[in-house]
């Protein structure tokens, strides 16, 4: 039995070349950069030649786009993606998320690559690991690159998804571990001591601040942001209704006039993380991309202060007790 097993993985070492999976030739990306996908198809099914693959999308990488191939059809399936993303300040919704060349011939003793450029989001960071399964059909039957590997299970898959593992990027310009900045710049919009606050226990949502200024000519409007702690970022106005102060979404943004500044405090504007996916401790320094319908996109930090405090923390107004 063991014999016949070693005997089997010789003769599958001999008659396949050094990598006899589908799988992708770079395997690491970094969380928020673009990544150029190579799948590498080795052989054929069984002897037989390749005639059509087809490769599915992870949610997190977006706005992808696949290379043709003389002789390949190619084809993608867009759908929308389960939250927004932001590519070059521009928010994507949707995308490709399968993509099919097929009505080839890929000899069995030939080797051929499949390209696809996307966008990697900084959130898969925390995912370490995602898949593109792929399903290779050939003349006759087909191979199912499909398997995931279970949690904590390290045994060989028969047929593994090719895997791309998710890397922090490196910081350009070795800017070192300085102190979070207070004041954020970019294209007329100046953000100021952005702010929020420790969150209890359990808490699903929870409201940044800051204060925005647009020492620009033309007037420029907050539409969008992006964190990766939280599911997603709505722009919110308190506002009394019938005696209640309540909260309301403002689905167009806000606006920021030429020349003036808006503060978004509490009781007022505000930024709401929606779903948070860990909680905030006081101290912490957390990440938000903003993007402004003029400026484009702006990488701030937030400073979380005090569970229930009112002012920024660490600056601003000082309280003697
Ligand atoms: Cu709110």
Same mark, same amino acid.
């Given at each position: 039995m063991k014999r016949i097993a070693l005997l089997v993985a010789i003769a599958t070492t001999l008659s396949a070349p050094a990598a006899a999976h589908i799988m992708l030739q770079q395997r690491e990306a970094e969380a928020g950069r673009s990544y150029r996908a190579v799948l590498t198809v080795p052989h054929g099914c069984r002897g037989q030649?390749?005639?059509?693959?087809?490769?599915?999308?992870?949610? =997190? !990488? %977006?706005? !992808?786009?696949? $290379?043709?191939?003389? #002789?390949? $059809?190619? !084809?993608? *399936? +867009?759908?929308?993606?389960q939250r927004a993303y932001t590519n070059h300040g521009r928010e994507v919704r949707e995308g490709v998320v399968e993509i099919s060349w097929s009505g080839g011939s890929l000899d069995n003793a030939h080797y051929d690559e499949f390209v696809f450029v996307g966008q990697v989001d900084a959130s898969l960071a925390d995912k370490g690991t995602v898949h593109f399964p792929v399903v290779q059909t050939c003349a006759s039957g087909e191979h199912r690159w499909v398997d995931l590997p279970k949690p904590g299970e390290t045994a060989q898959l028969d047929q593994p998804a090719p895997a791309l593992r998710i890397v922090q990027a490196q910081a350009g310009g070795g800017h070192g571990a300085a102190a979070p900045a207070a004041v954020f710049e970019k294209a007329g919009i100046r953000i100021e001591q952005p702010w929020t606050r420790a969150t209890p226990g359990g808490a699903r949502v929870g409201g940044g601040y800051l204060r925005i200024t647009?020492?620009?000519?033309?007037?420029? *409007?907050?539409?969008? #942001?992006? !964190?990766? %702690?939280?599911?997603? &970022?709505?722009?919110?106005?308190?506002?009394?209704?019938? =005696?209640?102060?309540?909260? *309301?979404?403002?689905?167009?943004?806000?606006?920021?006039?030429?020349?003036?500044?808006?503060?978004?405090k509490p009781g007022g504007y505000h930024v709401m993380f929606m779903g948070l996916r860990q909680p905030l401790t006081e101290g912490q320094v957390?990440?938000?991309?903003?993007? %402004?319908?003029?400026?484009?996109?702006?990488?701030?930090d937030f400073r &979380?202060? +005090?569970? =229930? =405090? *009112?002012?920024?923390?660490?600056?601003?107004?000082?309280?003697?007790h």
């Open positions: 030649p390749t005639t059509g693959i087809t490769v599915s999308i992870p949610e =997190g !990488v %977006f706005a !992808v786009k696949p $290379q043709p191939k003389p #002789g390949w $059809q190619l !084809v993608t *399936r +867009s759908q929308p993606y647009n020492t620009g000519q033309a007037a420029d *409007r907050l539409v969008a #942001g992006q !964190v990766t %702690f939280a599911e997603r &970022v709505e722009i919110h106005e308190m506002a009394v209704a019938g =005696g209640v102060m309540t909260m *309301r979404n403002l689905p167009d943004g806000l606006e920021i006039p030429a020349g003036q500044t808006v503060e978004l957390v990440k938000a991309t903003l993007t %402004f319908a003029r400026a484009g996109t702006i990488e701030i &979380v202060g +005090s569970v =229930g =405090g *009112r002012n920024a923390p660490g600056g601003g107004h000082h309280h003697h």
